[in-house]
T-cell receptor, first 112, second 113 residues
Framework: EDKVVQSPLSLVVHEGDTVTLNCSYE??????LLWYKQEKKAPTFLFML????IEKKSGRLSSILDKKELFSILNITATQTGDSAVYLC????????????FGGGTRVLVKP | NAGVTQTPKFQVLKTGQSMTLQCAQD?????MSWYRQDPGMGLRLIHY???????DQGEVPNGYNVSRSTTEDFPLRLLSAAPSQTSVYFC????????????FGSGTQLSVL
């Protein structure tokens, strides 16, 4: 059974801190790993990673994948209160119809 | 551009009642899916469709039916609601099954008493 585990479950930081979120996975047929941000309702797409060692960046957020050790990290630097959200990691494992297996999420609270 | 539209946003049902959650997308996406989100369990796939007339089961399909008569619409039916179906439901779509980037609707909070 495919499994995606995120850690920590939750964390509280202050504005300006750096946050590192972890995602490890065990799937039968890996295609890609995705990160989503969920603030109140709908998750919104952040990154898609398919190759090891290539960092994806978007502003203060960055992510990297290690396909040998089966994990990914999401970094947020110089955190702001608007970064408070649940961050979801998901792994795509075909051929079962775009099957995305989600982790339980990491809840991040950024205090002023 | 509306994206993925879900209705209703909130619903309370009594055990045994049936209802349909509506989902529509205006992006001409081939792939549509339904997820449920429970605390600490992430999102779990209920049913999905790779095109009009084609549906398949996901991880937790029991108690739910779907159909896909058009590209735009993908309703989720609860046949006989149970308290275990209390959850937040998300509809999502993507351009094709190889296009991993899912667009999510805003969710339906369902309570079954």
């Amino acid at each position: 059974e495919d499994k995606v585990v995120q850690s920590p479950l939750s964390l509280v930081v202050h504005e300006g801190d750096t946050v590192t979120l972890n995602c490890s996975y065990e799937v039968t047929n890996f295609r890609s790993l995705l990160w989503y941000k969920q603030e109140k309702k709908a998750p919104t797409f952040l990154f898609m990673l398919t190759s090891s060692g290539i960092e994806k960046k978007s502003g203060r957020l960055s992510s990297i994948l290690d396909k040998k050790e089966l994990f990914s990290i999401l970094n947020i630097t110089a955190t702001q209160t608007g970064d408070s959200a649940v961050y979801l990691c998901a792994v795509l494992s075909p051929p079962a119809g775009n099957k995305l297996t989600f982790g339980g999420g990491t809840r991040v609270l950024v205090k002023p | 551009n509306a994206g993925v539209t879900q209705t209703p946003k909130f619903q309370v049902l009594k055990t045994g009642q049936s209802m349909t959650l509506q989902c529509a997308q205006d992006m001409n996406h081939e792939y549509m899916s339904w997820y449920r989100q429970d605390p600490g369990m992430g999102l779990r796939l209920i049913h999905y469709s790779v095109g009009a007339g084609i549906t398949d089961q996901g991880e937790v399909p029991n108690g739910y039916n779907v159909s896909r008569s058009t590209t735009e619409d993908f309703p989720l039916r609860l046949l006989s609601a149970a308290p275990s179906q209390t959850s937040v439901y998300f509809c999502a779509s993507s351009r094709g099954w190889t296009n991993e980037k899912l667009f999510f609707g805003s969710g339906t909070q369902l309570s079954v008493l």
